[in-house]
């Protein structure tokens, strides 16, 4: 049975990000600074230029995508999205699956949705040099070749377990010419300090952002550039789901549910949040974000004012946390190793507005081969995670016999990610539930502010 390829053409890229702030039945709580007050616009001023403290701070539902950024996107914007034919047959299911294809950048993920936009408006500004984090990898290889795209040194912070877990999104930061560091680092103080605390710390992506942090605030020829969380990065990927809609529209289809891995958010909000301005508008549709068990920050972690990273370098944001300083264990979903979500995600999943699930890493790596012998694609292990949960409900519909079409955002290949299949078929791979002892006592040590 051939696969259904829905195309867009370049005229089709949209000329506007969507802000879902415009759409929220409450409007987001502010940023708090160290004295629990809240902080204004100037507060990000030394780490940001000034058009995205704006999109930050931004209550329009439109943010016009400058000329450049999309040209920059036609390298490989719309992406297509596929009817998923022969994994529909493999399951004995009468739901319609489709999924967007994300894996089709030069870094190979959705991330350079943002980082392109992110390092132009710097090099608007003036900035010759960023720093950032990254988990997996995905983000920084993004956040690199956007560097090179216009003129911009990239320094990156790779949390150390996926450092070493993943060597050649290592070496393809180094293509495009970014510095790679092994985090923590002893380069920074709040590196020196976790690594007094835990030698042989694995990293955590709220350490790497305290270390880009760090050196983006001392060092007046660097701003901080953030992959995921922040509502300006939520508002660029919004070009997912945006597509996404006018190819379901050729189609004459619309979801039912809407699938994505959640991590810091900015992956889930991409896919979702254009469909949860048809739910705001009366349209009934599920939007689900999908985490790890061994990470769950939505489905067990505490809605609360906390630090976006793991020394307390940040604005203190109201969003589900584990705390600032819990260190997940070392799983291969790099990208979904991050202690809080996006302020908007939470804000919106508080409200029941959207929904949350929690898998298992051996359910996701079975998941995601079972996607890739049926559709061809070796999917990343962050979005096995969003295949998981539309697996699932495609496998309920199988029972109920309910016609469901089913979406989930495909957002990465996992060409640089094969040890992790390796490991998962040498039957190394372990399932983690992470202990509620440890939960609490993250949860304890948090900044003592009313939400």
Known sequence: MPQTKILLDESDIPSHWYNVVADMPNKPAPPLGPDGKPVGPEALAAIFPMALIEQEVSGERWIPIPEAVREAYRIYRPSPLFRAHRLEAALGTPARIYYKYEGVSPAGSHKVNTSIAQAWYNAQAGVKRLATETGAGQWGSSLALAGQMF????????????????????????????????????????????LAQD????????IA?????????SRPDTNYALGSVLNHVCHHQTIIGLEAKKQFEKVGEYPDMVFA????????????????????????????????????????????????????????????????????PGIHAGGLRYHGDSPLVSQLYKEGLIEAVAVPQLATFEAGVTFARAEGIIPAPESCHAIRACLDEALRCKQTGEPKVLFFNLSGHGHFDMAS??????????????????????????PKVAA
């Open 199 to 206: 030698p042989n710390s694995p990293g955590s992506l709220g």
């Open 421 to 446: 299949y390796d490991a998962y078929f040498a039957g190394k791979l372990e399932d983690y539930a992470y202990p509620e002892h440890e939960i609490e006592a993250a949860l304890h040590r948090l």
């Open 261 to 328: 891995c959640c991590g810091g958010g900015s992956n889930f909000a991409g896919a979702a949040f254009p469909f949860l301005a048809d739910k705001a508008a009366g349209k009934q549709v599920r939007l689900v974000a999908a985490e790890p068990t061994s990470c769950p920050t939505l489905t067990r972690g505490h809605y609360a004012y906390d630090f976006g990273d793991a020394v307390g370098l940040t604005p203190m944001m109201l969003m589900y946390t584990l705390g600032h300083d819990f260190v997940p």
């Open 209 to 217: 952002i305290s270390e880009a942090v760090e050196e983006a605030a």
């Open 151 to 194: 003129g911009i040194e990239v320094r990156v912070y790779m949390v150390k377990v996926s450092y070493d877990q993943k060597p050649f999104r290592r070496s393809m930061m180094q293509t495009w010419g970014a510095e790679v560091l092994a985090s923590p680092t002893n380069l920074t103080e709040s590196g020196r300090k976790i």
